[in-house]
Nanobody, 124 residues
Framework: QVQLAESGGGSVQAGGSLRLSCLGSEDTFNNYCLAWFRQAPGKEREGIASIHTSRIRTDYADSVKGRFTISLDKNTVSLRMNNLKSEDTGMYYC???????????????????WGQGTDVTVSS
C-alpha cells in the first residue's frame, strides 16, 4: 500500500487560509482516488474532498464547496482552504485507494491507505 504523510496544519483565525499537503510514497499515482477527510472533536470522520488521478472528477462536501480546493501534482495531493470557519477545526487526513474515475468520491469506501493526520484549529 502507498504511504501517505500530511503536512501544513496549524492554527488560524476565522476567515484565514491554510494549505494542506499530502505526499505519497509512489512516484506517481496511477488510477487512484485521493481524498481528504476530517474528524472534528466528538464527531465522526467525514470525507470533504476527493480527486481522481485522471483529474476527470472531483467531489466536495457541501460544507466546504466554494471554500476548499483539492489539487494533485505528481505524488502530492493538496487541499487549499480559504475563508476558514471555527467548524473547520479538526484532524485532517489524506487517503488513497485504487479506483476507476467514475467511482471516485468522498463517499467511496475503498480507501486502503491513510496518513497520520494533521491538526487544524480555527479560532473565532
Amino acid at each position: 500500500q502507498v504511504q501517505l504523510a500530511e503536512s501544513g496544519g496549524g492554527s488560524v483565525q476565522a476567515g484565514g487560509s491554510l494549505r494542506l499537503s499530502c505526499l505519497g510514497s509512489e512516484d506517481t499515482f496511477n488510477n487512484y482516488c485521493l481524498a481528504w477527510f476530517r474528524q472534528a472533536p466528538g464527531k465522526e470522520r467525514e470525507g470533504i474532498a476527493s480527486i481522481h488521478t485522471s483529474r476527470i472528477r472531483t467531489d466536495y462536501a457541501d460544507s466546504v464547496k466554494g471554500r476548499f480546493t483539492i489539487s494533485l501534482d505528481k505524488n502530492t495531493v493538496s487541499l487549499r482552504m480559504n475563508n476558514l470557519k471555527s467548524e473547520d477545526t479538526g484532524m485532517y487526513y489524506c487517503a488513497a485507494g485504487q479506483q476507476a474515475w467514475f467511482a471516485c468520491s468522498i463517499k467511496s469506501a475503498n480507501f486502503g491507505s491513510w496518513g497520520q493526520g494533521t491538526d487544524v484549529t480555527v479560532s473565532s
